[in-house]
Structures are given as C-alpha cells and as structure tokens.
C-alpha cells in the first residue's frame, strides 16, 4: 500500500493536533469543571476529589499558560524527531516517542473520565476524533517506514511517566504565572 502522506508531515502535523485538542480542553475546562464538581465529589472519595478540585481549579487563562509549557515539549520533541527523520544533528526520535505515546495514552483518560463520570469531559470528544485516529496512523506510518521499532516503543512507554510531573508543573506555573 502506497502511503498517503508523507512522515514528515505526520510528525510536523503532531503540535497541530495537540493544539486542537488542548484548544477543547482550554475551552470547555473551566465551565466543566464548575458545572459537574458536585458530580465529582458524588463520585470519587472526598480525598480524591479534593485533590482533583485543587489541580484543576483553574481559570481558563490559566490553563492556556499551563498548555503553553506543555507546548514547549511538544514543539522541541517534533523538531528533534523531524531531524532524525532528516538524519540532521539534533535528531531524536525517543523524546518524540515518549511525548506522542503520553498524548495517545492520555486521550483514553479522557474517555474513561466521561464513562466513569457519565459525561462529555473536556478532551474527550477531540480524543476520539483526533488524538487516537493521528496517532494510529502515525505510529504505523512510523513503524512500516522503520523510523521506529516496537522495541523503542517498549523502551519509552515507562518515560511517560517523566511526563506526570512536568504537566504538574506546568499547572502550578500557569496558576502563578496569571
């Protein structure tokens, strides 16, 4: 099967989607969050909730900062992964690996969050129609091109993790920052 579209644009299409879908989440976030915290705390331990209601409670400006950091790694990730594609000397194709693995695996937390919550949560709707189909067909485009392996996937899914604190991060600096 001839490919369609071409890796580098593939990969230079990543900050493109994380934009769209982060654009969902800067839009709806805040009202959700105002609107359904009732249902929260009816459906998650008191502790739980609370803790979600503090890392989440952010006005929308805040939440752009926070996307905005975020967007930093994404940007740098899909310039250094364009190089190893282009054998340039910044190229790395693991820092891109572990950041676009984090957008896929975090699109089903979005989902899990509207089934358990019974509800259309922030990020959901572009989880299902952007995040998961771009990367489905990123990762075979990269994979049948041999720019990764399933080995190098294995390798980084454990990095994701590194992740966590950085999008922690990156809500405390929005919430300082404004």
């Known amino acids: ?17 994380f934009i769209l879908h982060d654009f969902e989440e800067i839009i709806m976030g805040e009202k959700w969050l105002n609107k359904n915290s009732t249902i929260l705390y009816e459906r998650l331990p008191k502790k739980i909730a609370d803790r979600v209601m503090k890392q989440f ?21 899909t310039f250094v992964a364009n190089q190893y ?3 340039g000397p910044y190229g790395d194709i693991y820092f891109f690996t572990v950041v676009t693995l984090t957008y896929f ?12 919550l019974r509800s259309i949560t922030p990020g959901a709707l572009t989880s299902l129609i952007i995040v998961i189909p771009y990367s489905f067909i990123l990762y075979h485009s990269l994979l049948v091109n041999k720019v990764i392996t399933w080995d190098i996937i294995f390798v980084c899914l454990p990095f994701c993790l590194l992740l966590i604190p950085i999008a922690l991060l990156a809500h405390w600096i929005g919430k300082k920052v404004i």
């Open 85 to 87: 594609v282009n054998q």
């Open 57 to 77: 409670s952010m006005s929308t400006a805040q939440f752009a900062v926070a996307v905005i950091v975020i967007f930093i790694f994404v940007s740098s990730s």
């Open 105 to 116: 695996l975090h699109a089903f937390t979005h989902l899990a969050q509207s089934v358990f």
């Open 1 to 17: 099967m001839e490919q369609w579209i071409d890796i580098q644009t593939l990969i230079w299409l990543f900050p493109i989607m």
